[in-house]
């Protein structure tokens, strides 16, 4: 009956089916904790390494304000599609009207195409650093950085605006079961009962382009700086230019590796659109960088002392009802 009204009303707005990761799952409630869990890790993870960096003012610096847009990318990332899953899985409603999935879709064809494009202007401002350290405070200045995140914001946005609204317009006549926990592209379209063969051939070319041009500014950003190290005399130099590229480089690394292992083999997304967020990059900034490390460490033993502070204020407040009677009856 649901699939028969679907059918008749596929020329106007209704609602979709989100089948999700639970239903696959011999062990659901475990699986929500586990994911909820790694969820909580990616938010707090990526706020605490924004809040780090916002803070010092040592890390005011074109490297470190690429990382914070980066973390804030991811916490967005993350927010779009995990809760819904988790809020669906514990109210029982696994249901998402075609705005929602439209948003839901905007958004993270945005965040990834942005994401893609940071990671290439991250690549730049290494190129810079290690290639033309003396001109690196006039070429990257504060300006040019916001102006190349604003250049990877509006790239993103421009794969969402494309994509979505076609997308969204093809008339839906077949089941409206999602078999994925979020509204993706391949997802949607095929549930739509016209062809979509030419829109699917120019939105895989699409989305090629998107990861070309940023994987070739990566490319030939590290081409460069490998010549450059290979030309140093000094092994002290060499060692300071790889630690500087390697956060970045382990971080391009992930975020690739993980987006061609979900699109070579799509039941796997859960990792590119869960664990990415999390393993990318507060880990990576905070272990192999000193300067974050000793911030982290400053900032823990403050809030650690804060702690003790009010926990010595609860504790002295237990005896102020027995001093206020001494003093009564002194």
């Known amino acids: 009956?649901?699939?028969?009204?679907?059918?008749?009303?596929?020329?106007?707005?209704?609602?979709?089916?989100?089948?999700?990761?639970?239903?696959?799952?011999?062990?659901?409630?475990?699986?929500?904790?586990?994911?909820?869990?790694?969820?909580?890790?990616?938010?707090?993870?990526?706020?605490?390494?924004?809040?780090?960096?916002?803070?010092?003012?040592?890390l005011h610096t074109p490297m470190y304000f690429f990382i914070s847009q980066l973390s804030l990318m991811d916490v967005v990332y993350i927010s779009v599609t995990v809760p819904k899953m988790l809020l669906d899985q514990v109210m029982g409603v696994n249901q998402i009207s075609a705005p929602e999935c439209g948003m839901q879709m905007f958004l993270y064809l945005t965040l990834a195409g942005s994401e893609c494009?940071?990671?290439?202007?991250?690549?730049?401002?290494?190129?810079?650093?290690?290639?033309?350290?003396?001109?690196?405070?006039?070429?990257?200045?504060?300006?040019?950085?916001?102006?190349?995140?604003?250049?990877?914001?509006?790239?993103?946005?421009?794969?969402?605006?494309m994509l979505t609204p076609i997308t969204m317009t093809f008339p839906f006549c077949r089941s409206p079961e999602i078999h994925h926990f979020f509204c993706e592209v391949p997802a949607i379209m095929v549930?739509?009962?016209?062809?979509?063969?030419?829109?699917?051939?120019?939105?895989?070319?699409?989305?090629?382009?998107?990861?070309?041009?940023?994987?070739?500014?990566?490319?030939?950003?590290?081409?460069?700086?490998?010549?450059?190290?290979?030309?140093?005399?000094?092994?002290?130099?060499?060692?300071?230019?790889?630690?500087?590229?390697?956060?970045h480089l382990t971080v391009v690394i992930l975020f690739y590796g993980a987006a061609i292992y979900?699109?070579?083999?799509?039941?796997?997304?859960?990792?590119y659109t869960i664990l990415t967020p999390m393993l990318t990059p507060p880990p990576i900034c905070l272990l192999r960088n000193e300067g974050m490390v000793g911030l982290f460490r400053k900032i823990s033993v403050r809030f650690f002392k804060l702690f003790q502070y009010l926990l010595s204020l609860s504790f002295w407040s237990l005896?102020?009802?027995?001093?206020?009677?001494?003093?009564?009856?002194?």
């Open 1 to 58: 009956m649901a699939n028969t009204t679907w059918m008749a009303n596929h020329t106007g707005w209704s609602d979709f089916i989100l089948m999700g990761l639970f239903r696959q799952s011999k062990h659901p409630a475990l699986l929500c904790v586990v994911i909820f869990v790694v969820f909580l890790m990616a938010l707090s993870g990526n706020a605490v390494l924004i809040l780090l960096i916002h803070c010092d003012a040592h």
């Open 117 to 161: 494009f940071l990671l290439a202007a991250m690549a730049y401002d290494r190129y810079v650093a290690i290639c033309h350290p003396l001109r690196y405070p006039v070429l990257m200045t504060r300006r040019v950085c916001l102006f190349l995140a604003s250049g990877c914001w509006f790239l993103g946005s421009v794969d969402g605006f």
């Open 191 to 247: 549930l739509s009962c016209s062809d979509t063969s030419l829109y699917e051939t120019l939105m895989y070319l699409c989305c090629v382009l998107m990861l070309l041009i940023p994987v070739m500014i990566i490319s030939s950003s590290y081409l460069l700086i490998l010549l450059t190290i290979h030309r140093m005399n000094s092994a002290e130099g060499r060692k300071k230019a790889f630690a500087t590229c390697s956060s």
């Open 262 to 271: 979900t699109y070579m083999l799509p039941t796997v997304s859960v990792f």
């Open 319 to 330: 005896f102020l009802p027995f001093v206020s009677m001494v003093s009564v009856f002194s």
